[in-house]
């Protein structure tokens, strides 16, 4: 009885390991298919990472380091306590580092966050907390109100040294990354290209007339409208055509948004 279940726990522990060995060469094969071109693809796909700043992500023979901006460059210049780079932010942003007194002019310097695409999103003026008039560190400190763009989760938080001059030599900046605090309402499962591309494959929208850069996003109805031009032969009086298309049943259909029709006045 003893031998009996003896080699019933060497084969269990046989039959682990060979399970362990399997799922561990899986999990290496599913790592190597995915497609990494970037640190937070890399990190995404489950890959180590290192402690290092900024850190940097290894996979297979490809090794990916996490964007920082310029920190490193502008570290003897200014520097952030809060946020750092690559950490998510809400709205009201309280910014707080320290910045050499050259610096500020009068005091205080410009900041500006930016969405993805470079737009201005936020602005404000970072001030002294002491005095300023010096080339020793400066405490600073900020507040900056922003709307949480609808399309994409990042962006960019710019600090400039004041420059009362306007000549172009004398302008510096401190650039990070960070990211925005996510939600259901404010971040969008379709973007403005990808309903673009729905309105172009859609038949009745075609049907109805050609597609213009006019378009607007409803928030109520989740709907993205993109006007239409209709050939002067199948216009209709009083009505002016957009090619709607539903971010819930990404779908299009064609609304004349007709105000009613305009009789003759002989």
């Not at 561990?24 to 990472?49: I, L, M, Y």
């Not at 400190?141 to 004041?162: C, H, M, S, W």
């Not at 971010?247 to 009789?263: D, Y």
């Amino acid at each position: 009885m003893k031998r009996f279940l003896l080699v019933t726990i060497v084969v269990v522990f046989i039959g682990f390991g060979v399970w362990w060995l399997n799922s561990s060469e899986e999990d290496n094969k599913v790592k190597e298919a995915v497609q990494v071109n970037n640190f937070q693809e890399c990190v995404e796909a489950g890959n180590p990472v290192t402690e290092s700043y900024p850190r940097q992500c290894r996979a297979s023979d490809q090794t990916f380091t996490e964007d920082i901006g310029n920190e490193n460059e502008k570290a003897d210049l200014i520097f952030l306590d809060s946020p750092r780079s690559n950490q998510v932010i809400k709205s009201p942003l309280v910014i707080k580092g320290q910045a050499r007194g050259f610096w500020f002019f009068e005091g205080d310097f410009p900041v500006v966050l930016t969405n993805w695409d470079g737009l201005i999103i936020g602005q404000g003026i970072a001030v002294a907390q002491g005095e300023w008039m010096t080339e020793k560190f400066v405490s600073f400190q900020a507040v900056i109100e922003f709307e949480i763009p609808k399309y994409k989760n990042n962006g960019t938080l710019i600090l400039r040294k004041d420059n009362p001059s306007d000549l172009r030599e004398h302008d510096d900046a401190l650039e990070i990354p960070v990211f925005f605090e996510e939600n259901n309402e404010s971040v969008l499962s379709l973007n403005f290209e990808e309903a673009l591309i729905i309105a172009q494959e859609s038949k009745e929208c075609s049907m109805a007339g050609i597609l213009t850069d006019k378009y607007f996003y409803n928030e109520n109805s989740k709907t993205w409208w993109i006007g239409l031009e209709r050939m002067p032969e199948l216009e209709k009086d009083g009505c002016s055509p957009a090619c709607v298309v539903s971010e819930e049943t990404k779908s299009a259909e064609v609304n004349w948004r007709c105000t009613g029709l305009i009789s003759d006045s002989n």
